[in-house]
């Protein structure tokens, strides 16, 4: 079946504006995590959405992240007024259900972004 | 309380032995590894769960000594697919649902 899908692949902005990021889970996976990596570092956990619970968004690094997640399924991360520190790759998972289930996650193939 | 990877680089010849170590300074629910190949999404390889169960991978196998609060990947006769970059991802349990995953171990298998 389709896998965790993300657009889009590569973004460059200039600093200040703002960008919004898709990503489209697994069909039928109730939880949603959204990850950044930059360049050579590992996994920041940033936001994590589980079915209708309101979401734990103790991992986004200032109030210009927000993400929201529709219908339990597609999930938009929004950054405002761009930073050059915002450029990374940013990854999104999707698990059937929580972590404390013990299932694992799959990763989408993440949205480059650039911010000029 | 990201979790200490270790070591942070290691290079192999084919078909030699490797171990990755993931320590964690809080008692650890699970403990999740993904590989991750340059410009690729991390791919799941293993979850080791508080009480002995595993599920994953045939061929990598992995330890997890919750007295210590870490756990340990065994890469045995490594080949070359096996390059990438190894994280672990500690599960503490609780209200949260989120990974905490270490900052990474970079394994280049040479033939």
């Known amino acids: 079946g389709a896998g965790v899908s993300q657009s889009p692949s590569n973004k460059v902005t200039e600093k200040g504006k703002d960008v919004e990021l898709r990503c489209d889970p697994i069909?039928?996976?109730?939880?949603l995590y959204w990850y950044r990596q930059s360049l050579g570092q590992g996994l920041e956990f940033l936001i994590y959405?589980?079915?209708?619970?309101?979401?734990?968004k103790s991992g986004l690094p200032s109030d210009r992240f927000s993400a929201e997640r529709t219908g339990g399924s597609v999930s938009t991360l929004t950054i405002q007024r761009t930073q050059q520190e915002d450029s990374a790759v940013y990854l999104c998972?999707?698990?059937?259900?929580?972590?404390?289930?013990?299932?694992?996650?799959?990763f989408g193939p993440g949205t480059r972004l650039t911010v000029t | 309380q990201q979790p200490v990877q270790s070591p942070q680089a290691v290079i192999l010849r084919e078909g030699e032995d490797a171990v990755i170590n993931c320590s964690s300074s809080?008692?650890?629910?699970?403990v999740h590894w993904y590989r991750q190949k340059h410009g690729e999404a991390p791919v799941f390889l293993m979850i080791?769960?508080?009480?002995?169960e595993q599920k994953g991978h045939e061929k990598i196998s992995a330890s997890f000594n919750e007295k210590k609060q870490q756990s340990s990947l065994y890469l045995t006769a490594s080949q070359l697919s096996y390059s990438g970059t190894y994280f672990c991802?500690?599960?503490?349990?609780?209200?949260?649902?989120?990974?905490?995953f270490g900052t990474g171990t970079l394994l280049a298998v040479q033939p």
């Open positions: 998972a999707s698990s059937f259900t929580g972590t404390s289930g013990g299932f694992e996650q799959y």
């Open positions: 069909s039928g996976h109730t939880a």
């Open positions: 959405f589980q079915g209708n619970s309101a979401p734990d």
């Open positions: 809080k008692a650890l629910y699970s």
């Open positions: 080791l769960l508080k009480g002995g």
């Open positions: 991802g500690t599960f503490y349990g609780g209200a949260t649902n989120k990974l905490i």
